[in-house]
């Protein structure tokens, strides 16, 4: 069943775009598979994609502060977590999967020039 639905995905996205509604987000996510989606401390929703036919990793979150989103990501794997990194400007965002207690937890870690600014414990959704 999963491998049918990636195979409708191009079909379906075209189909939306031919119908006239703006479809760049559309096309941006149909190749995109979500692998680690969070719910952090102070509101912030977390999610990291990868993309199906580059691998390119995707950072987005949600908050009350507003949404971001960012390309081009980098992951490493320990044996207990893994990190994903991200990083838009002098910004960085890290996105724990996992922690030393618990893998249905994770961590956001937010840095501008290399000082921590902000860290949000994570659940797993």
């Not at 929703?45 to 691998?55: D, E, M, P, R």
């Amino acid at each position: 069943m999963k491998s049918l639905l990636k195979l409708l995905r191009l079909p379906i996205a075209v189909s939306i775009c031919l119908s006239g509604i703006p479809c760049r987000l559309v096309l941006a996510d149909s190749t995109a598979d979500l692998i680690l989606n969070l719910h952090c401390q102070g509101g912030y929703n977390v999610q990291v994609w990868k993309n199906g036919s580059t691998g390119g990793l995707m950072y987005r979150s949600q908050s009350s502060s507003g949404n971001m989103k960012i390309e081009r990501g980098t992951k490493q794997a320990t044996e207990v977590v893994t990190v994903y990194k991200f990083r838009n400007g002098t910004y960085q965002y890290w996105v724990w999967d996992g922690t030393l207690d618990s893998p249905n937890r994770g961590t956001l870690e937010a840095y501008r020039n290399d000082r921590i600014l902000m860290k949000r414990q994570c659940q797993k959704i």
